[in-house]
């Protein structure tokens, strides 16, 4: 993977002074020791959370709202994810298809997890927008880190 991101790159014509680095790791564990806290003002991930389970999704979360700057400097997280349908009858065929699709082709994602309570379950991690796509199969979230507000 990261070959063809250095591929894509160096097709895209970039500007000669921007500087990319390339970093394998593993973001249930290792970012915040990778990066430090409060690194970045904005942490981005797409269809991930399907293939990591749900401890998977909840310790990636923990690390992200570490390495992102809190909401009073601005930092944000910005999510595309599989999650389970708001339609009643697609969800519930989510519920009966979910783990026979995803180890037969679908290369592990399961995709009826309910993206909006992992997120939820994050100390000081707020979903700011939450959009939805095709009934809820596919949601975008902005969220972004606030201590001040935990009671």
Do not use: H, W
């Not at 697609?90 to 997890?113: E, F, M, P, R």
């Amino acid at each position: 993977m990261l070959q063809e991101a250095r591929n894509r790159a160096s097709s895209l014509r970039l500007p000669e002074d921007l500087s990319l680095r390339f970093i394998q790791g593993d973001a249930t564990s290792e970012l915040v020791q990778t990066f430090g806290k409060e690194s970045f003002d904005t942490v981005v991930d797409s269809f991930s959370f399907c293939v990591m389970g749900t401890q998977g999704v909840k310790e990636c979360l923990e690390q992200m709202s570490q390495v992102v700057k809190p909401k009073a400097k601005g930092g944000q997280i910005l999510l595309l994810e599989n999650t389970r349908s708001s339609n009643l009858l697609l969800g519930l065929y989510q519920d009966a298809t979910a783990d026979a699709a995803a180890s037969i082709g679908g290369k592990g994602c399961v995709y009826n997890q309910d993206v909006s309570k992992m997120i939820a379950s994050i100390r000081g991690l707020q979903i700011v927008r939450e959009d939805l796509y095709a009934a809820g199969i596919f949601r975008s979230y902005m969220c972004q880190v606030d201590f001040a507000t935990i009671v």
